[in-house]
């Protein structure tokens, strides 16, 4: 499902130059709550907020973060980032989410905890726009923007699992 970079790495070419959410903001996040962290990461990838995206980010987007920081327009996905159907959703987000739905999956036969967090039907018919996120260190990490099927998304728990 993830790719090396992954489509995360099309939200997070962000301009630096934008001031930031705020840390302060961040630290009030509860990390626990999928659909709060998915949230905030959709007002940080909206403002273009490099420093709060990275923050909400998995260690994995956090190292692309900063790639695309330091390499600006001359990174190789920066126009993925600000341009097609992931771009197009996020910035015409009006702030309102869709269901939460959770999922299990076993990776390199290690058991991870995903949240995808729905904010806008795709226009594709049939199709989803969700915020992929990651359990990592004890918080929800921005992973990715999927398109799944809605029929996909359904299969997932509507209750939070016991988290790792």
Request: with cysteine.
């Amino acid at each position: 499902m993830k790719t090396a970079f992954s489509v995360a790495a099309s939200f997070i070419v962000l301009v630096s130059c934008m001031p930031s959410l705020g840390q302060k903001a961040i630290a009030k996040l509860d990390r626990g709550d999928a659909p709060a962290t998915a949230a905030a990461f959709l007002r940080a990838y909206a403002a273009k907020d490099l420093l709060a995206m990275a923050e909400l980010a998995n260690d994995d987007n956090r190292q692309i973060i900063q790639e695309l920081k330091a390499q600006g327009e001359s990174h190789p996905r920066w126009r993925s980032v600000f341009a097609g159907s992931r771009w197009d959703a996020v910035s015409n987000w009006k702030g309102n989410l869709g269901e939460t739905r959770y999922f299990e999956r076993t990776v390199l036969e290690k058991k991870k905890a995903e949240a995808e967090v729905q904010f806008a039907e795709a226009s594709t018919p049939g199709k989803l726009v969700v915020v992929t996120l990651t359990w990592e260190a004890g918080k929800w990490c921005f992973e990715d923007i999927n398109f799944p099927r809605k029929e996909t998304f359904e299969q997932g728990n509507k209750s939070r699992p016991a988290m790792p």
